[in-house]
């Protein structure tokens, strides 16, 4: 099952070695105490984790704007509580979960060990839809920024996954070839998708159990990539 030819293994971020949702959780909770927000935090996280994942899949789209993508999912999730909150205690509570989120830094189990076993062989980068000013901070304070030669981001590059061009930019950040290029996400449109139409190899971290095209390379446990690489 190994993969022949690969020198570049490009990873997503979020949801693929840092872990999001946890690390989201966490934030919430520390912003709604020091603001004195009383809604539930789990029944807040029911509902906005698909208005934000909606909203991220439009921002991808370029069809809303980062500031509207921020702002947006918080005020749909306390509308959709029955909640009042107040437009500048959103804008501030939008402001202050970005500040806070990269405070904690869980990965996904397996992420350091996969990380060790791949440096030797490959080089390692990072192409993230995220915004550039937190995920350096989560991969700095995870400290797991050393592992990769690059980093490419959806606001240097220009263009968000899956259009081809972030991933073209990467190939060039990297000096590599998409025949010698394996892409490894958790989102099968954005990452796997977006990957093979430039060219690269990819493998779906389908961690969600979502159901795909059985000839596309997968794994449930990251650790299970050594399979392939």
Do not use: C
């Not at 070695?17 to 029911?46: G, M, P």
């Not at 993230?128 to 959806?154: C, D, P, R, W």
């Amino acid at each position: 099952m190994k993969t022949n030819g690969i020198k570049h293994v490009f990873f997503d971020l979020d949801h693929t070695l840092w872990d999001f949702d946890r690390n989201s959780a966490l934030t919430f909770q520390k912003i709604f105490d020091i603001h004195k927000i009383t809604v539930s935090t789990q029944e807040f996280l029911e509902v906005y984790e698909p208005i934000n994942l909606n909203y991220w899949k439009l921002y991808r789209e370029e069809k809303i704007d980062k500031s509207n993508l921020r702002y947006r999912r918080l005020k749909d999730t306390f509308d959709h509580l029955n909640f009042a909150v107040e437009d500048d205690i959103i804008d501030t509570l939008s402001i202050d979960y970005i500040e806070h989120l990269s405070s904690y830094n869980y990965l996904f189990e397996g992420t350091v060990e996969l990380l060790d076993y791949l440096t030797p062989k490959y080089q390692l980068h990072i192409i993230t839809n995220g915004f550039e000013e937190v995920q350096l901070k989560k991969m700095s304070k995870s400290n797991i920024a050393h592992y990769f030669t690059t980093i490419t981001n959806s606001e240097t590059a220009g263009v968000k996954k899956p259009n081809p061009i972030i991933f073209n930019h990467a190939l060039t950040s990297a000096k590599a070839f998409p025949k010698e290029s394996m892409m490894i996400g958790d989102n099968f449109e954005a990452d796997i998708l977006g990957a093979l139409n430039a060219g690269y190899d990819a493998i779906f971290f389908n961690f969600r159990n979502e159901i795909i095209e059985p000839k596309i390379k997968q794994v449930k446990d990251l650790l299970d990539i050594k399979m392939y690489l």
